[in-house]
């Protein structure tokens, strides 16, 4: 069994990215799978074209992409990704795209293709702080997964695939005030916890 992870470089004002910290921290293999590990850069336009290459060349049997989402309380896997990007920021290519499609001639939205619900209440049965999120937003992380979904419907690839966006890390630097955050080992357990789920779902 072989899975891809995914996390993205910082990003606008900020030196460190959630996402890639817990990538860091979670380990090459898992109860016999063999996790393959890949950063991204935080653009519309590079992320996903890398992307479309490591689906080709690494055939995953399971997908998380990572992503950091600051301000959120919880460990949140994604149910939904929107044909849309309206960008708050300029990615870290200067691009800011507004109110335009990810793809033209495209469904509107991709559904993850994981068990979600079984997931999440697997993960909360154990006392993770995990949830389900109804949107990615219209970022660089929407954007990736959308592509990500679309390669898979139209490639029928036999692959499983979710974006997860993880809050502000304690003690990461420049959070704001009273901003929620979570420990960088309670994410890994979950991300960890959520990959044993999911790889013996797909057998
Ligand atoms: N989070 C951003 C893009 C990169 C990242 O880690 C987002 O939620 O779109």
Known sequence: MNVLLTSFDPFGAEVQNSSLEILRRLPDRLEGISLVKEVLPTQFVEAPRRLQTLLREIRPDLVLLLGQAGGRKQVHFERVAINCMSARIPDNAGYAPQEIPVLTDAPAAYFTNIPLADLVRHLQDRWMPAAVSNSAGTFVCNCLFYHAMHQIATESLPCLCDFVHIPYLAG????????????????????????????????
Do not use: W
């Open 172 to 203: 990461q630097s420049h959070v704001p005030p009273n901003t929620p955050c979570l420990s960088a080992e309670s994410c890994v357990s979950t991300i960890r916890e959520a990959i044993s789920f999911l790889a013996r779902s797909s057998e």
